[in-house]
């Protein structure tokens, strides 16, 4: 199936998808149009490739409310999983979305039955797509994209953006470490007067992260998400959740170059959408990266 939006790539996909990540239900940016207006089920997906911003390839299939692969609810022989590619063209300014599925493992009373709801995926899948650009449009309005001139192109709005730069007096393996391991993550993140009570970090491209900052006043903030790239010791780039919030994204690359012998650290991040939170983030930043330089001094 095939469809032409009006909208650059780097807009349709800003959902922080990760190879190999699991995804059940709707979440994040995807619950405002991953549904078809007609019907709801609960599903699985789980995604085996991802070249951004060119091709998605994802296995999904039906679950019950513990999760467990089970049989859609509207045929007894359709497959259990279906291979899925997403392909995004850029065309003149425009993207082309084409979507292709074929059942995995699939019997001949599978396959048949897979043959036989074409037409209704066709139905679903449109209308998906339908709701697909009702939300685009909207972000559109929203985010304040605008057209950069060429093909494709799109800026954000600089409310929602953020580019920090600060030299530390230290070695780039150094500076790169004390961003790679929770006990030295927790010495140092966040505003001063805050502790990291929870330092959760699978270091790994795809791994998870939990931290949740505890201000003066007791209250916890909370930020967690997933690595989608390290690469030691230039570049970490992750997205995460703010505050506990799932449409709350945040996607942020941090790189570290060498300078003189000293550290060149960039922190850019890009926000879902304005809020407190990301109104304060400059200040946040300025005294967690005083922290930081404190703590690599003392290391």
Known sequence: MRRVY???KPLLRRNGWRAGGDRKGSHGLLENWICSRAAFFTTACAHREIVAPERIVFVNSFSNENGDTVRAPF???WPLEVMNTLTLNEHEGKTALTLRGYPVKASEAELKAFKDGYKSMQQGFGATFDQLADYLAKEKRDSGVESAGHAGGARWSKKRELTIERVFNAP???VFQAWSKPEHVAQWWGPRGFMLPTCEMEFRAG???RLVMRGPDGKDYAFQGAYLEIVEPQRIVFQ???HDEPGHQV???VTFAEEAGKTKLTVQQTYSFESDATRGAPEGWRQTLDRLGEYLARA
Do not use: D, M, P, Q
């Open 240 to 242: 995460g959740t703010i």
């Open 207 to 209: 791994g998870r992260f």
């Open 75 to 77: 045929h007894a022989n």
């Open 172 to 174: 780039r393996e150094l």
């Open 6 to 8: 009006w909208y650059s």
């Open 251 to 253: 996607w942020t690359t």
